[in-house]
């Protein structure tokens, strides 16, 4: 009875791992374009769990554009740290007396706040899905300066990935903030345009297989180039 017990056990996870396996090799055969349109549908569907895994796979393909504050990539790091402000090369005094880098970095977090509002009042449906940081350091910059955001951001009942549809402006320059900060790991999900942007500090990664016409248009109005 015992060995029955055993082998039948094994045959369980025989046919569970053959079935894991076939999934596999079936979601690492999808096409980008495939790939996007089930994010699309599961962030209407509001399945966190289906759609946080398919995220993920979007890493896999290298197709992705950037929507970036430079042209193009500056390939000298010596330039580069010479111009470059981004959240954490800031310090509390710099909020405080509103210092020069203090103004280049709210110079080109405006033109993401820009963007993204052209791209949320044009999209009946757009969604973000996120995570929150584990664990979050209030006695952090990060946190000290945005602590309204975060309040913003944080469901009363946590979950590893929060999915929502975004109908408040402020919760997505809340959202926004937070993102080009670099602390926190975001996904804005467009189902009409079928554009999925992951964000990346002061750049967002851009999945689409459709044409981008409007949003290098919005881009480019707003000081930004899709790369």
């Not at 970036?68 to 909020?95: A, G, H, R």
Request: glycine share 2%.
């Amino acid at each position: 009875m015992v060995q029955q017990k055993k082998d039948g056990i094994l045959r369980s996870l025989h046919f569970s791992f053959t079935v894991l396996k076939k999934e596999l090799k079936e979601s690492k055969g999808m096409s980008l374009e495939n790939i996007i349109d089930c994010i699309c549908k599961e962030a209407t569907n509001k399945d966190s769990k289906k759609l946080e895994e398919l995220l993920e796979q979007l890493y896999d393909y290298e197709s992705a554009k950037i929507l970036d504050i430079y042209p193009y990539q500056i390939k000298s790091n010596e330039k580069y740290s010479q111009v470059e402000v981004f959240f954490d090369k800031l310090e509390m005094v710099d909020f405080q007396q509103k210092t020069q880098d203090y103004h280049s970095y709210q110079k080109s977090l405006e033109k993401f706040e820009r963007f993204f509002e052209l791209m949320w009042l044009k999209s009946s449906q757009f969604y973000a899905f996120y995570y929150l940081p584990e664990p979050l350091y209030k006695d952090q910059l990060y946190y000290k300066v945005y602590e309204n955001e975060w309040n913003k951001i944080i469901p009363k009942d946590l979950t590893e990935g929060i999915l929502l549809n975004i109908d408040e402006y402020t919760m997505l320059i809340s959202l926004i903030k937070l993102a080009v900060s670099d602390h926190l790991h975001l996904h804005f999900i467009l189902p009409e345009e079928n554009i999925v942007f992951s964000g990346n500090g002061l750049a967002f990664l851009i999945y689409s297989q459709h044409n981008l016409e409007l949003s290098e248009k919005v881009a480019n109005t707003e000081g930004l180039y899709v790369r």
